[in-house]
Nanobody
Framework: VQLQASGGGLVQAGGSLRLTCASS????????IGWFRQAPGKQRELVAA???????NYGGFVMGRFTISRDKAQNMVHLQMDGLKPEDTAVYYC???????????????WGQGTLVTVSS
């Protein structure tokens, strides 16, 4: 499975973006997928994750602003981001991982990243 992230861009504070993670080569519908982000000088952190049966998990900073979903017919996972803030500026990556209990565990397969820039 190769992951491809898209949908980033420049948006004003309060605006919205929809990121998409797509799989090329094979389906990832049976896999858990996570979105991570990394801002300059900071560690990569989990934004949201979804299991194969659509269980979800979000980073504490999300506070209801983002929604992760999956479209199994299109073999895609989306991250709808509303109410964006300048501190959401980062490169966003999708990841193929696993689900243990209530937690997402990142795997070794990453998409190439898509840049989200939120202006104030």
């Amino acid at each position: 499975v190769q992951l491809q992230a898209s949908g980033g861009g420049l948006v004003q504070a309060g605006g919205s973006l929809r990121l998409t993670c797509a799989s090329s080569g094979s389906t990832f519908n049976d896999d858990s997928i996570g979105w991570f982000r990394q801002a300059p000088g900071k560690q990569r952190e989990l934004v949201a994750a979804i299991s194969s049966n659509t269980r979800t998990n979000y980073g504490g900073f999300v506070m209801g602003r983002f929604t992760i979903s999956r479209d199994k017919a299109q073999n895609m996972v989306h991250l709808q981001m509303d109410g964006l803030k300048p501190e959401d500026t980062a490169v966003y990556y999708c990841n193929q991982g696993d689900w243990f209990g209530t937690s997402y565990v990142k795997g070794t397969k990453w998409g190439q990243g898509t840049l989200v820039t939120v202006s104030s």
